[in-house]
């Protein structure tokens, strides 16, 4: 992952590995990004602060269930009464 002024004239490289995506930086400097299916908090030194599953991070026979959740499989059928 590279930070980078608005007009590109300055990079920064804050992580080592790829298979970032989709990130949102905070005005604190913080980051969160999409990191395949999982979610990682990074500090604007590119260190990993939390990693958090997604919906989709665990598939029960191919659909997202969401674990103590509502959500349980793709036809949107609730796991509760």
Avoid: C
């Avoid at 300055?10 to 590995?17: A, D, G």
């Amino acid at each position: 992952m590279w930070l980078s002024t608005s007009d590109g004239s300055r990079q920064l490289r804050v992580t080592e590995s790829g298979g970032y995506s989709d990130v949102s930086q905070a005005d604190d400097g913080t980051m969160v990004a999409l990191n395949g299916v999982r979610l990682h908090r990074l500090t604007p030194q590119g260190r990993v602060l939390a990693d958090f599953d997604t919906p989709v991070s665990d598939l029960v026979g191919g659909n997202p269930h969401v674990s103590g959740g509502d959500i349980t499989r793709a036809t949107g059928a609730s796991s509760r009464s």
